[in-house]
């Protein structure tokens, strides 16, 4: 009997767990990463911004039946929702001034020697359109008070054509650098999700985000240049590379949207709320 609970207690240790007491209603943005115009990854005929939407929908339609829980998602089939469309068209001009004053104050904190830079996981280049966006769903989350923003992905890497299988697979978490105002309630989140997704999948065996939890600086999802207050967690989850043999195929790429969606979701609630943090 003593051998099991220390095993269990052992268990423990390894896979801690992270818990968060937020006032009800717990305000939870989507970001299903990318659109209909610039799509992002591609498999064959699969595009990255479908499958985001799709994970994105199945975990959207968990979390609100959780009556704690108010949420929120950028995007639906066809677009952008209503309240993001009129968003982005009625502040355009006071995102581009909120954009441009978020990156002066970083460069000011850079020169004063207050912000270190550090070096960061490879990217591709965003899009000046695709910036905007960022930094509006940025805008848009700390005005009205979001919790966590989960910005949700699949991944990929420069291959010789869309049809080619890579030699990269697994999942992994990006999450805000330590100097980040968000990072260390963001890391907690993601540690949360990390531990439920491991559960099922095998973390990324690309050698700069085999750790799972990958911190990094650059990325306007999670807050760079000081654009996410510290009350917003912000964590991008790339579920894995879009080439991997369970999203080739419909039924099966459907079902790890399911698994994907519920298993995040138990993340998320064991970190708002240890006792709720099992799905029926």
Same mark, same amino acid.
């Given at each position: ?7 269990l ?18 305000k939870?943005?989507?970001?299903? /990463? %990318?659109?209909?115009?610039?799509? /992002? ?12 939407? +799709? ?8 979390l609100?039946?959780?009556? &704690?829980?108010?949420v929120?998602?950028t ?32 460069? /000011? ?8 830079k ?16 960022l930094?509006g ?15 949700? %992905?699949?991944?990929?890497?420069? &291959? ?25 309630? +963001?890391k ?15 973390v ?5 985000? &085999? ?15 000081? +654009? ?11 579920? /894995?590379?879009?080439?991997?043999k369970?999203?080739?195929t419909?039924?099966?790429? %459907? ?26």
């Amino acid at each position: 009997m003593r051998k099991v609970l220390f095993i269990l207690f052992f268990t423990f240790l390894l896979t801690p767990t992270f818990f968060a007491y937020a006032e009800a209603p717990i305000k939870i943005l989507l970001v299903p /990463g %990318h659109d209909d115009e610039v799509w /992002g990854a591609q498999y064959g005929n699969i595009k990255e911004a479908d499958m985001n939407l +799709s994970l994105a929908q199945e975990l959207f339609n968990i979390l609100k039946k959780d009556k &704690r829980f108010e949420v929120y998602i950028t995007r639906k089939w066809g677009g952008y929702t209503k309240e993001f469309e009129d968003y982005f068209t009625t502040q355009e001009d006071e995102i581009l001034a909120f954009k441009e004053n978020a990156k002066a104050d970083m460069l /000011g904190k850079i020169i004063s020697g207050i912000f270190i830079k550090k070096p960061n996981p490879p990217h591709n280049v965003v899009s000046k359109g695709g910036a905007v966006l960022l930094y509006g769903f940025n805008k848009w989350a700390n005005e009205n008070k979001i919790d966590a923003m989960i910005h949700i %992905h699949f991944n990929d890497y420069p &291959r010789p054509n869309k049809w080619t299988i890579g030699k990269y697979w697994g999942f992994n978490l990006y999450i805000p650098e330590e100097q980040m105002v968000n990072a260390k309630e +963001s890391k907690d989140l993601a540690q949360n999700v990390f531990t439920k997704l491991k559960e099922k999948y095998v973390v990324s065996n690309y050698e700069k985000e &085999r750790a799972g939890l990958v911190p990094d600086q650059t990325l306007i999802a999670l807050g760079s240049n000081s +654009s996410l207050r510290e009350t917003v967690r912000s964590i991008l989850i790339e579920y /894995g590379y879009i080439y991997e043999k369970k999203f080739r195929t419909k039924s099966t790429r %459907h079902q790890a949207y399911k698994d994907m969606a519920k298993l995040t979701a138990q993340g998320i609630k064991s970190y708002f709320s240890p006792t709720l943090s099992t799905l029926p």
